[in-house]
């Protein structure tokens, strides 16, 4: 059981196999990411880890205290692993690309982009109602909520309009594609949660620890400039 890290969202892009296949990933990169702590467990068969990224320009005073204590650099995220107990790592080491294997699979967590106040067709792909003659301009609207007299209120958790997007959401099952140690750069194939330059936190995939074989890539398509909405 290897520790998570905590990387930062560029952007998507392309890779072509030497079959001519393109392949989608998105582009993340790990920089200034190391173990704060390690935490040793005595009644359970892990350890933990607390790992931190982004390191802190301006920390006010109690994230001094509390990073003085621990022995390490301030940083901005912070997040807590489990690691066996064989694994060699401490406080200060650095994590990198190199952490991972390509080919491997992988769980990305993170905010989605928030999409504001949205109705019932956009948040929860409501039909509407019929756009005809008659219906005004209510028909993108949820129509009847609740029932009759009894028992005359609308129960909760009724899907309606409110709040869409910035949520804590985790898409697992994602392939590395490509590692580049030079660079710091994991390619992940697919889509991750967040727009450009999000924070996310990449663990080992829980129900896929095998590794499937990548087709050699050859040299990268130019980056894409579709722009988020």
């Known amino acids: 059981m290897r520790t998570g890290i905590i990387a930062k969202k560029i952007g998507m892009s392309n890779l072509y196999t030497q079959s001519g296949t393109n392949i989608p990933v998105t582009v993340l990169h790990i920089d200034q990411c190391q173990i704060v702590e390690r935490i040793d467990s005595t009644d359970t068969n892990a350890d933990r880890v607390l790992v931190g990224a982004c390191k802190l320009k301006k920390a006010n005073k109690a994230q001094k205290g509390f990073f003085e204590k621990k ?25 990198n690309a190199s952490h991972f294997q390509e080919g491997q699979f992988i769980d990305v967590s993170g905010f989605t982009k928030g999409k504001g106040f949205a109705g019932v067709m956009k948040r929860h792909n409501f039909s509407g109602l019929r756009a005809s003659h008659g219906v005004s301009v209510s028909h993108r609207s949820a129509g009847s909520t609740g029932q009759c007299q009894d028992p005359g209120k609308v129960f909760k958790g009724k899907k309606m309009a409110g709040q869409y997007g910035d949520v804590n959401k985790t898409l697992q099952n994602l392939q590395v594609v490509k590692i580049d140690e030079a660079k710091n750069i994991i390619c992940v194939k697919g889509a991750t949660p967040g727009a ?5 936190v990449v663990e080992d995939s829980i129900k896929r620890n095998d590794i499937k074989e990548v087709e050699g890539t050859s040299v990268q398509a130019e980056k894409s400039t579709k722009k988020d909405k």
């Not at 022995?71 to 401490?90: G, H, N, P, Q």
């Not at 450009?196 to 996310?200: A, F, N, P, V, Y």
């Open 71 to 95: 022995k390490s650099e301030a940083f901005r995220y912070l997040r807590e692993f489990s690691i066996d107990k064989d694994t060699e790592l401490k406080s200060g080491d650095q994590l």
């Open 196 to 200: 450009r330059g999000t924070w996310l």
